[in-house]
């Protein structure tokens, strides 16, 4: 069995509401086990044997839609891409304040055209890195609540979904999945 952790997008932040008790039970219902949640944003963590991540996503937003109406984003990494995300993240020992340095975890690999194009607002003070399937960020100068660097940003320019975690939950998930 391997750990694996789904980030959901835009819930509990906005106007889609999901209970973590609901959560739980649905993927608990798709035959995955030792299941938790985290916080109330969307992070559950559980075993299942080894699957590729989208099938492992769909299968949870499906479910999501067909039993509560729910059609929310859904991202999976494994406990061992957690963890190399953690190794990989320039900004980690930039930073005591874990609202200051975050990941945004993508669907899939943006094209290297988008990531080309990608830049900082005018005028803000951050630094993001893109590493295949996730963009680490820093915001040296204040939290993520007063960019206009935002998910939504980033999803418009690179092309892809994306969810954004502090750092905080970040490295909370890789512990959860760590096996």
Do not use: C
């Not at 930073?95 to 290297?112: G, H, I, W």
């Not at 960019?147 to 320019?157: D, G, Q, R, V, Y």
């Amino acid at each position: 069995m391997n750990r694996y952790a789904a980030l959901l997008r835009g819930v509990n932040v906005g106007t889609t509401r999901l209970a973590m008790a609901d959560l739980r039970r649905l993927v608990t219902d798709l035959g995955h086990s030792d299941v938790k949640t985290y916080l109330q944003s969307g992070n559950v963590v559980f075993s299942s044997p080894p699957t590729k991540d989208d099938i492992l996503a769909e299968g949870i937003a499906r479910r999501l839609a067909d039993e509560l109406g729910l059609r929310v984003p859904v991202l999976v990494r494994s406990g061992d891409e957690l963890a190399s995300v953690v190794s990989a993240s320039p900004y980690a020992g930039k930073q005591d304040d874990p609202t200051r340095v975050l990941v945004a975890f993508l669907a899939e690999a943006p094209s290297k055209a988008r990531v080309k194009e990608l830049a900082a607002p005018a005028g803000e003070n951050l630094e993001f890195t893109v590493d295949g399937r996730e963009v680490h960020l820093h915001f040296p100068d204040g939290g993520y609540g007063r960019t206009k660097f935002t998910n939504a940003n980033l999803e418009k320019k690179l092309g892809v979904v994306a969810t954004t975690r502090n750092w905080k939950s970040v490295l909370a998930l890789r512990d959860l999945t760590a096996g």
